[in-house]
């Protein structure tokens, strides 16, 4: 059974909602650590023989070209991650469709293939189930997720989940009720030549708590996308997300390794991100409030050595290799 294993390609100062730290107009002033931790990960998969999907922000396109001319030399699907790495519930439609059609087009240009597949930052595909029409019976056929017995890593990120959900709440209290409502954006997506997306996260803090496990099709005004969730563990608070992020990092190995065989047993991939910065030991310090410092940087030292064991353990595959084992179709 093969996998699912996705990198968003951007740089460690590319973090949600800390303009108020590092505005984006001092981007081009701070040190890049992008292609040295790219260089890790494509040896680590080369190692391995393992083709990934590689989402790539349009602004480290054109600012560090090469990042993307190594990846696609060494034979991974680049996909889009936006360009300016901007929430989708924080833009209008004309604004996100500007930056979804200008990451396109400059990297179909530089690497001479279509771009079909789209991640947005931070999972923010958002919208209440019942704005979404399809969604109910979506949603009748998702199977439980299976919560692991209880441990004291569990316990712990019930706590740590708790305290992050005051301050990522789905909808935020801050932002008024529906202002993450950004579902409108799987028919631009649609529209403009996306086969599919992998922004909807089953998680009740930063998506749609209710969403499906695994890979599925949901319907627009323009066609169908195939949409690919990340890898989550039930919890008492709901879904962790182990598959990326500070899960990936914080969970024993076993933990991790046990959600993806029980997937794989029901002949479900798991889909696995990660992110540069996560293989940087040393990357530089920025004065972030506690929580965004533990979810971005915290135990980020044992990334490298638990991705080679991941490779070792189990069969990956790119989305588009995967959706092609799916439908036959050549994308």
């Given at each position: 059974?093969?996998?699912?294993?996705?990198v968003?390609?951007e740089?460690?100062y590319h973090i949600?909602?800390?303009?108020?730290i590092l505005?984006p107009s001092?981007?081009?002033?701070c040190?890049s650590?992008?292609?040295?931790?790219?260089?890790?990960?494509l040896?680590?998969?080369?190692?391995f023989?393992v083709?990934?999907?590689?989402f790539?922000?349009g602004?480290?396109?054109?600012?560090t070209?090469?990042?993307l001319n190594m990846?696609?030399g060494?034979g991974?699907e680049i996909?889009?991650?936006?360009?300016?790495?901007?929430?989708?519930?924080?833009?209008n439609?004309?604004?996100?469709?500007?930056?979804?059609?200008r990451s396109?087009?400059?990297m179909?240009?530089?690497?001479?293939?279509?771009v079909?597949?789209?991640?947005?930052?931070?999972w923010?595909?958002?919208?209440?189930p019942?704005l979404t029409p399809?969604?109910?019976q979506?949603?009748?056929q998702?199977e439980?997720?299976?919560a692991?017995p209880s441990?004291?890593?569990?316990?712990r990120?019930t706590?740590?989940?708790r305290?992050y959900?005051?301050?990522k709440?789905?909808?935020?209290a801050k932002?008024?009720?529906?202002?993450?409502?950004?579902?409108?954006?799987l028919d631009?997506?649609a529209?403009n030549?996306f086969?599919?997306d992998?922004s909807?996260?089953?998680?009740?803090?930063?998506g749609i708590?209710?969403?499906?496990?695994?890979?599925y099709?949901?319907s627009?005004?323009?066609g169908e996308i195939?949409?690919?969730?990340?890898?989550?563990m039930?919890?008492?608070l709901g879904?962790?997300?182990i598959g990326?992020?500070?899960g990936l990092?914080?969970?024993p190995y076993?933990?991790?390794?046990?959600a993806?065989?029980?997937?794989?047993?029901?002949?479900?991939?798991?889909?696995?991100?990660?992110?540069?910065?996560?293989f940087d030991?040393s990357?530089?310090?920025m004065?972030?409030?506690?929580i965004k410092?533990?979810v971005?940087?915290?135990?980020?030292k044992?990334?490298e050595e638990?991705?080679?064991r991941?490779?070792s353990d189990?069969e990956?595959?790119s989305?588009s290799?995967?959706?092609f084992k799916?439908?036959?179709?050549?994308f």
């Open positions: 059974m093969k996998n699912i294993l996705t968003d390609v740089d460690w949600c909602d800390i303009e108020h505005p001092q981007w081009d002033q040190e650590r992008i292609l040295v931790n790219i260089e890790k990960i040896s680590l998969l080369g190692r023989r083709k990934a999907t590689f790539v922000l602004y480290v396109a054109q600012k070209p090469e990042v990846i696609h060494e991974h996909a889009s991650h936006g360009y300016g790495h901007v929430q989708v519930y924080k833009q439609p004309e604004a996100f469709l500007q930056d979804l059609l396109k087009a400059l179909e240009r530089m690497i001479g293939q279509t079909i597949g789209y991640r947005a930052p931070e923010s595909i958002c919208g209440a019942q399809q969604f109910p979506i949603l009748q998702a439980p997720v299976e692991e441990s004291i890593e569990l316990r990120a706590r740590l989940m305290l959900s005051r301050i709440t789905w909808p935020s932002e008024g009720k529906g202002k993450r409502d950004s579902y409108w954006a631009l997506l529209q030549g086969l599919y992998s909807i996260a089953p998680l009740r803090f930063i708590p209710d969403a499906p496990t695994t890979p099709t949901l627009t005004s323009h195939r949409e690919f969730p990340p890898l989550v039930g919890s008492p879904n962790i997300p990326g992020g500070w990092r914080i969970f076993r933990t991790i390794r046990g993806i065989e029980r997937k794989n047993r029901k002949g479900q991939p798991a889909l696995i991100f990660c992110h540069p910065t996560d030991p990357p530089p310090e004065n972030l409030p506690w410092r533990f971005c940087r915290g135990k980020i044992t990334m638990r991705l080679a991941l490779l189990f990956f595959a989305i290799e995967f959706m799916e439908s036959g179709r050549d």
